[in-house]
């Protein structure tokens, strides 16, 4: 089980002019009929209705099979913005910040809030629009670098597929101090391994490709909820019982800021892990020495100006490749948008790496299109 969390800021989230301001989502255009953009009888600006009004999408999308309608999406983000007395640019420009904070709001969830500091991280984005969004998240929160895979757009179902097979046994167990009963959480280990290793024989993992690992749940006495702690070693006895609460109480202050070393420590229950190992598939390394290509170029509204944006096919571009933004770089499964003053560049591995460049060029776009 993977903890995620979700908010509503897909491509197809609507965005509204309510009393209190710009809203964008929860409500969504979905799939059917979607954005305005996609023709298919979509009236309402949506957050992909935007990109395409400000550039940051090209016309046609899934290697030109499919045409976005610019016109419909002029006319969804111009009843926007009539209501809200702006122009189309500037409420497109609008439901992207909101929806872009909307993200942010998120990353602060599952980051700042835990006391970890976005700014000493990499962001990586994916889904279909997510590496249009990446540009202006990562330079919000002061992330040192944007990580783009190579099939960033079906990237879960990539890793559905690729992923090690992972399952969880767990049973509640009630221990208190002085701990004189350890052997009834040694005989719940062992029938919890056994539960583990019957489960990977069952998907035909080979022996030298199973781990089983041992946790167990803690907490000071009387807390409402407990910490996942590693359990050191195979042997149930005294010392790896202390290594478990001194474990327990270095994660307690890492995770809460505090810890208290002379209070009672409960034990609550057993978990281990079963793992999987899977062979991964080796993605070959790209060559060095081909130059980015420009496929086209269109107009990009940047802080309130019109600037000439490339256009580049990701499949032509080669390990060492450098693009400074602005840039558009296309792809079957998603579109990556390179914000002036950021540079991208190209791993062996075909990964798009985009950090600050510090130096944002402007060139004024020969129409707004």
Same mark, same amino acid.
């Given at each position: 089980m993977i903890e995620i969390h979700t908010i509503g800021a897909g491509g197809g989230s609507i965005a509204r002019a309510q009393s209190g301001g710009l809203t964008v989502g929860p409500a969504s255009a979905g799939s059917v009929p979607g954005p305005a953009c996609y023709g298919r009888g979509g009236t309402e600006p949506t957050v992909t209705d935007a990109h395409l009004v400000l550039g940051h999408l090209p016309r046609r999308l899934l290697n030109g099979a499919m045409a976005l309608d610019y016109d419909a999406a002029i006319r969804a983000v111009g009843s926007l913005a009539g209501r809200l007395g702006t122009s189309v640019p500037e409420a497109a420009q609008g439901i992207i910040d909101? !929806?872009?904070?909307?993200?942010?709001? !998120?990353?602060?969830?599952?980051?700042?809030?835990?006391?970890?500091?976005?700014?000493?991280?990499?962001?990586?984005? =994916? /889904?279909? !629009? /997510?590496?249009?969004?990446? +540009? =202006?998240i990562a330079r919000l929160l002061g992330m040192k670098s944007i990580v783009v895979a190579d099939s960033c757009g079906v990237l879960s179902s990539k890793g559905l597929l690729i992923a090690d097979l992972r399952s969880d046994f767990s049973r509640s167990l009630l221990l208190r101090p002085p701990f004189d009963d350890l052997q009834r959480l040694e005989r719940l280990f062992v029938e919890l391994d056994a539960s583990g290793a019957k489960w990977l024989a069952s998907e035909g993992i080979a022996p030298q490709q199973r781990d089983l690992r041992r946790t167990v749940g803690m907490r000071y006495e009387n807390q409402g909820s407990q910490l996942e702690v590693p359990w050191p070693g195979e042997g149930i006895d005294e010392a790896s019982l202390h290594a478990a609460i001194q474990s327990f109480h270095a994660l307690h202050r890492r995770l809460y800021g505090f810890n208290q070393p002379h209070a009672p420590v409960e034990l609550t229950g057993a978990r281990v892990t079963a793992t999987g190992r899977l062979n991964k598939p080796q993605s070959p390394q790209l060559l060095s020495g081909v130059e980015a290509v420009r496929t086209g170029s269109q107009p990009v509204y940047y802080r309130g100006e019109?600037?000439?944006?490339?256009?580049?096919?990701?499949?032509?571009? /080669? =390990? +060492?490749?450098?693009?400074?933004?602005p840039a558009i770089i296309e792809q079957m499964d998603a579109t990556t948008y390179v914000l002036p003053g950021q540079v991208c560049s190209v791993d062996r591995y075909r990964n798009l790496i985009i950090i600050e460049h510090g130096e944002l060029t402007r060139t004024p776009a020969s129409d707004n299109g």
């Open positions: 909101v !929806a872009n904070n909307n993200m942010i709001g !998120a990353i602060r969830v599952v980051s700042v809030e835990r006391g970890h500091d976005p700014k000493d991280f990499s962001l990586v984005p =994916f /889904g279909g !629009a /997510g590496p249009l969004h990446g +540009g =202006f019109w600037l000439d944006c490339p256009l580049y096919d990701r499949t032509r571009l /080669g =390990f +060492g490749t450098s693009i400074k933004g």
